[in-house]
């Protein structure tokens, strides 16, 4: 069993400070364990390419020991995999790069990995961009060399018509478009995902942590979650929002609700392997 290394909860349950960062009170470490006993048998420092590691997926096919970690701060995905010595090692093999903005709290802004699945026939990778907006499908066939084919974006903090906006190199300024779903306003930004086992449709919730969503999307505290379906492309890779499926969390009977984890009751994604 590989376990990541979010942060202490004296930090995270108050929502983020960076200086939390640099008192080492957030993680960048993967721990090994041996299973069903538990004994720590190996802990892998990613440094700083591996802050805040959250989400571990491996993929399905039992016989590869090989996944991937999402490290939201870095915003690297890092791949992780079983050595010829029988030990653990690892490497970057997707960067998201922070992006230069202007009118926010910080001069540049991560994407915030915060969730990643493997389709069931482990093809692609999926992985969310919380701050930035987006989510994204990479061809994973090659597991050492993931190749993005899809990506849609469906909120963020730098949409247009927020204050927030993105400083290219050229010198130019540029928001992303996001589109309303049934007459509604998307709000937060993507974080939980789940696939469907034919790999054809990918669900996505938009609450993080409510200190957190609270802090950088103060929207979904006051009016709820939704969830969306985003349709995949499972031939030649590719992202569309489904413009006929929108679940909105405002009106439930004691809402606003925060809605987060998703489950298929024959089975998801990330809970079933093939043999």
């Known amino acids: 069993m590989i376990s990541s290394s979010w942060g202490a909860p004296a930090a995270f349950t108050k929502g983020?400070?960076?200086?939390?960062?640099?008192?080492?009170?957030?993680?960048?470490?993967?721990?090994?364990?041996?299973?069903?006993?538990g004994t720590l048998k190996q802990t892998i420092d990613l440094g700083n390419e591996g802050l805040i590691p959250l989400e571990v997926r491996f993929l399905h096919d039992p016989s590869k020991?090989?996944?991937?970690v999402g490290c939201a701060l870095s915003g690297n995905m890092v791949r992780f995999f079983k050595t010829t010595d029988g030990s653990w090692d690892h490497e970057v093999v997707i960067s998201v790069p922070s992006l230069k903005v202007q009118n926010w709290v910080l001069p540049e802004m991560p994407g915030l990995i915060t969730d990643l699945l493997i389709s069931l026939d482990d093809r692609y990778l999926y992985f969310v961009n919380w701050l930035h907006g987006d989510i994204r499908q990479y061809n994973i066939e090659d597991p050492k060399k993931p190749v993005l084919v899809g990506q849609v974006w469906v909120g963020g903090l730098i949409r247009k018509g927020s204050k927030v906006t993105v400083?290219?190199?050229?010198?130019?300024?540029?928001?992303s478009d996001i589109p309303d779903v049934q007459g509604k306003r998307l709000r937060g930004g993507p974080q939980m995902i789940q696939l469907s086992l034919d790999g054809?449709?990918?669900?996505?919730?938009n609450s993080l942590f409510s200190a957190w969503d609270r802090q950088f999307y103060p929207e979904l505290i006051e009016n709820g979650s939704h969830m969306l379906q985003i349709d995949c492309d499972t031939e030649k890779g590719g992202l569309a929002v489904n413009a006929k499926f929108f679940?909105?969390?405002?009106t439930e009977p004691d809402g606003p609700a925060l809605a987060h984890e998703m489950r298929y009751p024959g089975g998801d994604c990330t809970s079933d392997i093939w043999i």
């Open 16 to 37: 983020f400070n960076p200086q939390h960062v640099v008192e080492g009170l957030y993680g960048k470490h993967l721990f090994v364990y041996s299973w069903p006993d």
């Open 65 to 68: 020991d090989t996944g991937y």
């Open 167 to 175: 400083e290219k190199e050229n010198g130019q300024q540029w928001q």
């Open 200 to 205: 054809k449709r990918l669900y996505v919730t």
């Open 247 to 250: 679940v909105d969390f405002e």
